[in-house]
């Protein structure tokens, strides 16, 4: 049984940047809809290439269809999008969703289609055999056995934001919800959803998976490029969520370690750029941070990153808490501290998600991409937040807009020491600290 592969957007959305719209325009048979679409090779070879963000895509593909429709040979779940296996015979299928839009809709026989988006749809399928319909399902999670598969690849941010829609998606949907997760963020995702099981590998006896994973453009994974939501808004576009989840209580396992108040630091991100790049900055706020009595540990994994001519080095002036610590490790080190200094890393995701108070550097993206501090310090008075704008890549782009001249990521180089001082003296008065040098 051979692989037929549609979508429920217009194709040209995925073409988009790849083929001009106008070659599809005089193509014999094209439709917008992709009603009419022919099964050209070409073009199901490139919807199938669409969805190569998947590792297992050929996996995923193939893998057996276990949902029986009371008809020999058809067979439906949502393991990879919609799979629908159409035995040999006379059958018409039609497919749309619960508002009456139709994406797919003419005679089939003896394949299996699949559909190139991923996330939640309300898929309504109705399928008829010699003019007289046999079949109709609508999707319903109720009672149903479901995965929520995070991208092994996933940076620890991406991960923490997409969390709190766990417990979420099980209350809306009553369904019975698993997680996969990499290795490293199992025993922090145990600590808050002890209730929720996690599974090691996929397996396709369920009635649906849906994938997390972050990508920029129009791809099969989520209905919005990430960089034009807030990054913990975009679980609720791949997994169907109408409402911000509220974030679940994390619970130290180990007491504080330390008498003495401290303040955590977090100097590295993904890539230097995106680190907080004034002369010295780091030094100068340690040295201020220790002025007042506290202790300052930097957690960062390695204590040197570099990428091409920009590095992050440990402040020499703070004490080294660098090294391949464990998630829950880091999680009662910031449960515990004063409050955290970081940018817009998975570091300052974390302290977060313990509630430890963040002050976060960071002018690469905009206010509204990472979660809510009223302790953020940026410089909007410069070029900033390319990192949100679809016409750039920052992320391939050592900086879109003025690489190579003086104000190259100026947005993360002119974030001035007072302006971190400032956040830190509001954060310090707002939770009624009492730094140490006045006890």
Same mark, same amino acid.
């Given at each position: 049984m051979k692989n037929f592969y549609f979508c429920a957007r217009d194709i040209r959305d995925y073409l988009r940047g790849v083929m001009n719209t106008r070659e599809l325009d005089n193509t014999p048979n094209f439709k917008p809809n992709f009603s009419a679409l022919t099964d050209a090779p070409a073009i199901q070879a490139f919807l199938f290439d669409v969805m190569k963000i998947y590792e297992q895509r050929e996996e995923l593909c193939n893998a057996p269809i276990y949902g029986e429709t009371g008809i020999d040979g058809l067979r439906l779940d949502f393991n990879f999008g919609l799979r629908l296996d159409v035995p040999e015979g006379n059958f018409h299928v039609r497919i749309g969703d619960d508002n009456g839009q139709i994406f797919f809709d003419r005679d089939i026989s003896g394949v299996r289609l699949i559909s190139v988006e991923k996330y939640f749809i309300r898929w309504r399928v109705e399928i008829s055999l010699d003019g007289t319909k046999i079949f109709s399902h609508t999707l319903n999670l109720d009672g149903q056995k479901v995965l929520l598969n995070v991208d092994r690849r996933s940076g620890l941010g991406d991960i923490l934001a997409f969390l709190p829609s766990v417990g979420e998606f099980k209350r809306k949907f009553n369904c019975a #919800?698993?997680?996969?997760? +990499? =290795?490293? !963020?199992? =025993? $922090?995702?145990?600590?808050i959803y002890p209730e929720i099981p996690q599974v090691d590998e996929m397996s396709f006896d369920g009635y649906a998976i849906y994938f997390y994973k972050m990508y920029g453009g129009d791809f099969p994974? *989520?209905? #919005?490029? $990430?960089? *034009?939501? +807030?990054?913990?808004? !975009?679980?609720?576009y791949i997994v169907g969520l109408d409402a911000l989840p509220i974030k679940p209580k994390f619970k130290p396992t180990a007491p504080k370690l330390f008498s003495e108040p401290y303040v955590c630091i977090g100097i590295q991100a993904t890539t230097p750029r995106k680190g907080w790049l004034y002369p010295d900055g780091w030094k100068i706020i340690v040295d201020y941070l220790k002025s007042l009595g506290y202790r300052v540990f930097c957690i960062d994994k390695k204590n040197f990153q570099q990428e091409g001519k920009y590095s992050a080095a440990m402040p020499d002036n703070a004490e080294d808490f660098t090294g391949d610590f464990s998630i829950m490790e880091r999680a009662n080190m910031l449960y515990h501290a004063e409050f955290f200094i970081g940018l817009g890393s998975g570091l300052s995701w974390l302290a977060d998600a313990v509630n430890c108070p963040v002050v976060m550097i960071c002018g690469f993206s905009q206010d509204w991409f990472e979660f809510y501090t009223p302790y953020r310090v940026v410089n909007r008075l410069v070029c900033n937040g390319c990192f949100n704008d679809v016409r750039a890549n920052f992320m391939y782009d050592v900086c879109p807009y003025h690489g190579s001249t003086a104000r190259e990521l100026e947005c993360q180089k002119k974030i001035y020491p007072n302006q971190v001082i400032d956040a830190i003296n509001r954060l310090i008065a707002d939770r009624n600290l009492m730094p140490p040098v006045l006890k």
């Open positions: #919800v698993s997680i996969s997760l +990499p =290795e490293y !963020m199992r =025993e $922090f995702a145990a600590n994974f *989520c209905k #919005v490029d $990430f960089r *034009c939501a +807030p990054l913990n808004h !975009m679980a609720n």
